[in-house]
């Protein structure tokens, strides 16, 4: 009868260590958005499909726009091959546009999997905004390297213009990958190149996944927005435990010592009564 405790004891103990840490098939979330401008707005619309081989849980996207930024409703799950769809309508006031330009979008498409862990997509889409599409004055390497517990990449920004050029760049990453740092000025002068170097954090993305991540340098010439957005791939080969899977093992550890010392308690006590039974029986 102990042995029988002892077993159950471990199966619930493997159980609790498991438990918030297995992960689920297979998830692939495509989205589209149109952006479409009147007097004074800007509206997105957004679908997002699910085209993999499981439900997607507590989808939602977040959308990013000059100044604004804002996270558009969950909707509980979205099933595989199924659709969701949300609109937002920026107020062009509240964006900050000092001039006429091309501005990122950035979206994230944030969904769980059957077992509740957090998975993120980010996308990057080009908003011209009262200007028509033009090439920026500026050119870019983005170059990313394989994510263990830590990661790097580095942008390399190049001035081809007869003038000066000063701005922004910055990393749009997934929300698995932290930057303490991403976003830093630039300044190059004129026939110049410069690197650019920036590290991560593995907080979360699983060995054998892939991000799409975004390099973004923005820049203002000739009283015109300029955006140059880089997109690259990278693969993660590690992945660092977090406190909560340490804090998880450590209540499953201590909860087996409860378990098992119950188990021995009660065996005991069980032996005992019955020796106590056995000298009351007469002879």
């Known amino acids: 009868m102990m042995r029988r405790g002892l077993i159950f004891a471990f199966i619930l103990n493997i159980m609790m260590l ?16 149109r952006v479409t401008s009147g007097r004074g707005w800007i509206e997105v619309k957004i679908i997002i499909s699910n085209r993999g081989n499981e439900d997607a849980l507590v989808v939602f996207p977040s959308l990013r726009l000059g100044e604004v930024e804002v996270q558009l409703k969950q909707v ?18 509240r964006l900050s546009f000092k001039q006429s330009g091309v501005y990122p979008l950035f979206l994230m498409t944030n ?4 077992n509740m862990y957090p998975f993120s997509m980010p996308k990057i889409l080009l908003l011209h905004y ?11 390497i983005f170059d990313v390297g394989k994510v263990n517990h830590t990661g790097k990449a580095e942008v390399m920004l190049t001035n081809p213009s007869q003038y000066d050029l000063s701005g922004t760049v910055e990393l749009f990453l997934p929300n698995e990958l932290v ?7 630039f300044h190059l002068p004129e026939g110049k190149n410069i690197r650019i170097p920036f590290r991560f954090e593995n ?7 892939s991000y799409r991540v975004y390099a973004v340098a923005q820049l203002v010439h000739s009283a015109i927005h300029y955006s140059l957005v880089i997109p690259e791939i990278i693969k ?32 005991v006590r069980k032996v005992g009564k019955e020796n106590e039974f056995e000298q009351c029986l007469p002879r």
């Open 18 to 33: 498991t438990s918030g840490v297995l992960h689920a098939g297979s998830i692939s979330m495509v989205s589209k958005t």
């Open 111 to 114: 969904y769980h999997d059957a």
């Open 203 to 209: 907080a979360g993305a699983l060995p054998g996944s």
């Open 130 to 140: 009262r200007f028509k599409p033009s090439d920026p004055p500026l050119k870019g």
């Open 179 to 185: 930057s303490l740092a991403p976003k830093t000025q």
């Open 236 to 267: 993660v080969v590690g992945y660092r435990s977090t406190g909560n899977t340490s804090l998880r093992i450590a209540g499953a550890i201590v909860f087996l010592i409860i378990l098992f010392a119950a188990t021995v308690y009660f065996e």
């Open 76 to 93: 509980p799950y979205i099933a595989f091959g199924g659709s969701s769809s949300w609109v937002h309508r920026f107020n062009v006031k």
